[in-house]
């Protein structure tokens, strides 16, 4: 379970993972999964299994790479005649570990709980299974305008007026929700943008 | 006899008078016949509580599909068409006309490829399921009959006590 600690760095790969658990009802994931048929036999399970659905989510730090990157599709465009974007996402062999190091760890928390696996993932760069996305890191921050897009203070290098404030200025995704990030990044660019604009530099 | 009298005849002995049920938005009269009538055999009103019939469920669907996109609702439309073939080319008759035992059948029969669905009945028997499921869930016959949720409530949000925690104007 080394990934799940900061001050516990994993040899395997870099970077740390958090685990998202949660419990609920959802008699229709149950149903589908798990309960097959119809009638009373199965309105009777859906509730005898109601609310003892758990799941586990991992989410894993994705670090900087110049190979994930979002640029403009050169052929394809919306019907403005805008281009599309295109994502460009890349798993190292990091990522993977970790990955791997993440289903072990759910192995793990479900048999401390009590629980049986009954089967285990194959993990390979390929079969990376992704269900949900933070999206992030599409106008990066950095002090290089050829490998960034805004400065340190979410100020685009190329146009001096020009401010970001959401998850796109991310250099690399953390392990974490990005919300709190956004709120501290958009805190901080109002304070500087009001402090320039007393200056009269805006 | 013609499929009309067929269906009125069923309807009147299986299922629900056609007048009885609301006006649709999307499903004609013929198909949300059947559509309640298969939603009420995978939830059915049983000792325990009452089914997806009178929690309306084919309401759910019939709103849910008529702000569907067209291609779900040909699926819907075919999906309900394939039921019926399956009727008339196992017993010639209409669906609803059947026996229970033969309705049941046929149910079982799609029931037992859920795993790994083939044809389009197949297919749409796992949504309608997920759907019947979903609506008899979200009704207040499901919460509160079914599930027995009975104190619709919110919990009590007391606010922080600490007064070194409130913000100084």
Same mark, same amino acid.
């Given at each position: 379970?080394?990934?799940?600690?900061?001050?516990?760095?994993?040899?395997?790969?870099?970077?740390?993972?958090?685990?998202?658990?949660?419990?609920?009802?959802?008699?229709?994931?149950?149903?589908?999964?798990?309960?097959?048929?119809?009638?009373?036999?199965?309105?009777?399970?859906?509730?005898?299994?109601?609310?003892?659905?758990?799941?586990?989510?991992?989410?894993?730090?994705?670090?900087?790479?110049?190979?994930?990157?979002?640029?403009?599709?050169?052929?394809?465009?919306?019907?403005?005649?805008?281009?599309?974007?295109?994502?460009?996402?890349?798993?190292?062999?990091?990522?993977?570990?970790?990955?791997?190091?993440?289903?072990?760890?759910?192995?793990?928390?479900?048999?401390?709980?009590?629980?049986?696996?009954?089967?285990?993932?194959?993990?390979?760069?390929?079969?990376?299974?992704?269900?949900?996305?933070?999206?992030?890191?599409?106008?990066?921050?950095?002090?290089?305008?050829?490998?960034?897009?805004?400065?340190?203070?979410?100020?685009?290098?190329?146009?001096?007026?020009?401010?970001?404030?959401?998850?796109?200025?991310?250099?690399?995704?953390?392990?974490?929700?990005?919300?709190?990030?956004?709120?501290?990044?958009?805190?901080?660019?109002?304070?500087?943008?009001?402090?320039?604009?007393?200056?009269?530099?805006? | 006899?013609?499929?009309?009298?067929?269906?009125?005849?069923?309807?009147?002995?299986?299922? *629900?008078? *056609?007048?009885?049920?609301?006006?649709?938005?999307?499903?004609?009269?013929?198909?949300?016949?059947?559509?309640?009538?298969?939603?009420?055999?995978?939830?059915?009103?049983?000792?325990?509580?009452?089914? $997806?019939?009178? $929690?309306?469920?084919?309401?759910?669907?019939?709103?849910?599909?008529?702000?569907?996109?067209?291609?779900?609702?040909?699926?819907?439309?075919? %999906?309900?068409?394939?039921?019926?073939?399956?009727?008339?080319?196992?017993?010639?008759?209409?669906?609803?006309?059947?026996?229970?035992?033969q309705q049941e059948a046929i149910l079982a029969l799609l029931a037992g490829r859920e795993?790994?669905?083939?044809?389009? $009945?197949?297919?749409?028997?796992?949504?309608?399921?997920?759907?019947?499921?979903?609506?008899?869930?979200?009704?207040?016959? %499901?919460?509160?009959?079914?599930?027995?949720?009975?104190?619709?409530?919110?919990?009590?949000?007391?606010?922080?006590?600490?007064?070194?925690?409130?913000?100084?104007?």
């Amino acid at each position: 379970m080394t990934g799940l600690y900061w001050d516990r760095p994993s040899k395997y790969f870099e970077g740390t993972y958090q685990i998202q658990c949660a419990s609920g009802v959802q008699p229709l994931q149950l149903a589908i999964r798990n309960l097959p048929g119809f009638g009373s036999s199965l309105k009777r399970e859906l509730r005898e299994y109601n609310a003892m659905h758990v799941n586990m989510n991992m989410q894993g730090m994705l670090g900087y790479s110049a190979k994930i990157f979002t640029d403009l599709d050169p052929e394809r465009e919306d019907r403005f005649g805008v281009p599309l974007p295109r994502v460009h996402l890349h798993y190292s062999e990091s990522d993977v570990a970790m990955a791997r190091d993440m289903a072990a760890t759910c192995e793990e928390l479900i048999r401390l709980s009590g629980g049986q696996v009954h089967s285990t993932p194959q993990v390979s760069a390929q079969t990376l299974v992704i269900d949900g996305n933070h999206w992030a890191g599409s106008c990066r921050m950095g002090t290089d305008p050829k490998s960034s897009v805004v400065n340190t203070e979410c100020r685009t290098h190329d146009v001096a007026n020009l401010y970001i404030g959401d998850a796109s200025v991310f250099a690399h995704y953390p392990e974490k929700n990005p919300t709190l990030s956004n709120i501290a990044l958009a805190w901080r660019t109002s304070d500087r943008l009001v402090e320039r604009f007393r200056k009269g530099e805006v | 006899m013609k499929r009309r009298e067929l269906i009125q005849i069923a309807s009147a002995s299986l299922a *629900l008078p *056609l007048h009885a049920l609301e006006p649709t938005k999307f499903f004609t009269v013929e198909e949300y016949a059947l559509l309640d009538h298969l939603c009420e055999m995978i939830l059915p009103s049983d000792a325990d509580s009452p089914g $997806a019939r009178q $929690a309306g469920v084919r309401r759910y669907i019939d709103i849910t599909v008529f702000h569907s996109g067209a291609e779900t609702q040909q699926r819907w439309r075919d %999906g309900l068409a394939a039921i019926q073939s399956l009727a008339w080319n196992r017993e010639s008759k209409d669906f609803l006309a059947l026996t229970k035992q033969q309705q049941e059948a046929i149910l079982a029969l799609l029931a037992g490829r859920e795993s790994n669905p083939g044809s389009d $009945a197949e297919h749409f028997f796992l949504a309608l399921k997920r759907m019947t499921i979903e609506g008899f869930f979200l009704s207040e016959t %499901g919460q509160r009959e079914w599930l027995g949720h009975r104190q619709h409530t919110f919990t009590k949000f007391a606010g922080c006590a600490h007064t070194d925690h409130l913000v100084k104007p």
